[in-house]
């Protein structure tokens, strides 16, 4: 199983800064990366597929890179809107899996 | 619109079975595979199964933690698929999601849905 380690756990910041969250892979998981953002209470929402296409309707301050092991997503000036749980996933092969999670809270 | 309806979860007691369905529309549901995702309360989120299309035999994956117990299937011509969950544990209690491939629909049709709770308990 390819195993998804994201960092931080935890992310205090204000609005307006820019945030990045890494996600580290036990294997190559080529490019078939996706971000999910979770808030509370709610279900997930889809940011970013492919390590780095932008999902429709998504603002575009937020942007993911990285191919193979290492990826990030990237907040460029942080809204209140903003704040919640991030979720790495590759796709690259069965079982897929799940970073744990990085919460961004305000500082 | 894109709209995946989960439904079919409630409480039911250990070895118990339960079957949740995902109703789709606003996408072309026979040509995406379908995924079962589930969140503990308070925990991350885990990738249950898959099946995959007519043109793919069906076919499908389930996460170890569930293979033997649990069975994925599809009507397209409902635009329905279905988790049947069997001999049910106390660690299966979470929220189930349905969501369709993301190389499918990977930036124009994706989306989680509501979930539906599923509680294991005596």
């Known amino acids: 199983d390819i195993q998804m380690t994201q960092s931080p756990s935890t992310l205090s910041a204000s609005v307006g800064d820019r945030v990045t969250i890494t996600c580290r892979a036990s294997q190559s998981a080529n490019n078939w990366l996706a971000w999910h953002q979770q808030k509370p209470g709610k279900a997930p929402k889809l940011l970013i597929y492919k390590a780095s296409n932008l999902e429709s309707g998504v603002p575009s301050r937020f942007s993911g890179s990285g191919s193979g092991t290492e990826f990030t997503l990237t907040i460029s000036s942080l809204q209140p809107d903003d704040f919640a749980t991030y979720y790495c996933q590759q796709y690259r092969s069965y079982p897929y899996t799940f970073g744990q999670g990085t919460k961004l809270e305000i500082k | 619109e894109v709209q995946l309806v989960n439904s079919g979860g409630g409480l039911v007691q250990p070895g118990g079975s339960l079957k949740l369905s995902c109703a789709a529309s606003?996408?072309?549901?026979?040509?995406?595979?379908v995924h079962w995702v589930r969140q503990a309360s308070g925990k991350g989120l885990e990738w249950v199964g898959r099946i995959r299309t007519k043109v793919n035999s069906f076919a499908t994956e389930y996460a170890a933690s569930v293979k033997g117990r649990f069975i994925i299937s599809r009507h397209d011509s409902r635009n329905t698929a279905y988790l049947q969950m069997n001999s049910l544990r106390i660690e299966d209690t979470a929220v189930y999601y349905c969501?369709?491939?993301?190389?499918?629909?990977?930036?124009?049709?994706?989306?989680w849905g509501q979930g539906t709770l599923v509680t294991v308990s005596s």
């Open positions: 606003g996408f072309a549901f026979s040509d995406s595979a």
């Open positions: 969501v369709p491939s993301l190389t499918f629909c990977g930036g124009n049709c994706y989306d």
